[in-house]
Nanobody, 123 residues
């Protein structure tokens, strides 16, 4: 089992940066070769993929965030980060961290989910 807790969300103005953290307890990401991903859900919209990092280090990004967001992980802290730069109002959503073995960009590939953290970007 893996428990995930996100943090770092908040209310910011467009153009600034924010870093989200996802701390895991229970099984470690590296020991079980978990992919860790970030998804987001805006009001009235479906949950969508944002970024993911596989256990080997390869990364995936949604086109909408490519070049602005960066996913990274600290195996020693069992924590994954999402650095978000040049934030836009359309980035406003609840951001969820998820983990799953062998997962890539599809939400059903992930077994474990955090509770989410709200990111609101004002124009």
């Amino acid at each position: 089992q893996v428990q995930l807790v996100e943090s770092g969300g908040g209310l910011v103005q467009a153009g600034v940066s924010l870093r989200l953290s996802c701390a895991a307890s229970g099984r470690t990401f590296s020991s079980y070769a978990y992919t860790v991903g970030w998804f987001r859900q805006a009001p009235g919209k479906e949950r969508e993929f944002v970024a993911a990092m596989r256990s080997g280090g390869s990364t995936y990004y949604a086109d909408s965030v490519k070049g602005r967001f960066t996913i990274s992980r600290d195996n020693a802290k069992n924590t994954v980060y999402l650095q978000m730069n040049s934030l836009k109002p359309e980035d406003t959503a609840v951001y969820y961290c998820a983990a799953g073995r062998g997962a890539t960009i599809l939400s059903h590939q992930y077994n474990y989910w955090g509770q989410g953290t709200q990111v609101t970007v004002s124009s």
